[in-house]
């Protein structure tokens, strides 16, 4: 168990729909990071909180948002999804305070667009 | 731009044979870290090792090795006397360490299977 939750585990919806992923970090990390794995783009960055603040964006889609809240906790929110977006998404976190620590990952939310 | 390729996708050994994954990683950056992560099949990424650009020391742990290689641009990880638990996809990582952030690029991932 890394420490870093994720919720729902599974998630099916419809083309069109609106969703939102939601990760609590391990206790005391201030980085979250966002990942999606599907099997044409693999394992790809989308996007990087620290401490309330986006830090970093990847490959993320312009229908995707994140957010990070004052608890730490954050959530992905996925809109107007299309069958592309099926996918499995991993929140990780990480205690980065200016030196580099590993990056820990949640179980994951496997999204399925029918 | 950075980025990691293992070059083998599919790997498959009997028990207790040993077994080498391969990752070669391009980046321009001086100071960089390299990661493996292993995903059995319950889906879940464990984190196993972070290596830093600068130290190029070969760690070993249990029946796990990693021959860092900044010459060839290497990271390879050898399982030792493979068990039917080993069978996961394995993913090598690499994250250049920058004031705009320390996201992970993965490469394609070897899958590893472990017959008894």
């Known amino acids: 168990d890394s420490g870093v939750t994720q919720t729902p585990k599974h998630l099916i919806t419809a083309t069109g729909q609106r969703v939102t992923l939601r990760c609590s970090p391990r206790s005391g990390d201030l980085s979250v990071y966002w990942y999606q794995q599907s099997l044409d783009q693999g394992l790809q960055f989308l996007i990087q909180?620290?401490?309330?603040?986006?830090?970093a964006k990847g490959n993320i889609l312009e229908r995707f948002s994140a957010q990070q809240f004052p608890d730490l906790h954050s959530e992905l929110n996925l809109s107007s999804l299309e069958l592309g977006d099926s996918a499995l998404y991993f929140c990780a976190s990480s205690a980065y305070r200016g030196t580099y620590n590993e990056q820990f990952f949640g179980p994951g939310t496997r999204l399925t667009v029918l | 731009a950075q980025k990691v390729t293992q070059a083998q996708t599919e790997i498959s050994v009997v028990e207790k044979e040993d077994v080498t994954l391969d990752c070669v990683y391009e980046t321009r950056d001086t100071t960089y870290y390299l990661f493996w992560y292993k995903q059995p099949p319950s889906g879940e990424l464990v984190f196993l090792i972070r290596r830093n650009s600068f130290d190029e020391q070969n760690e070993i742990s249990g029946r796990y090795s990693w021959n860092f290689q900044k010459s060839t641009s290497s990271f390879n990880f050898t399982i030792t006397a493979s068990q039917v638990v080993d069978s996961a996809v394995y993913f090598c990582?690499?994250?250049?360490?920058?004031?705009?952030?320390?996201?992970?690029?993965f490469g394609g991932g070897t899958r590893l299977m472990v017959k008894p």
């Open positions: 909180y620290y401490n309330g603040e986006e830090r």
């Open positions: 990582a690499l994250s250049e360490d920058t004031l705009a952030g320390n996201m992970l690029t």
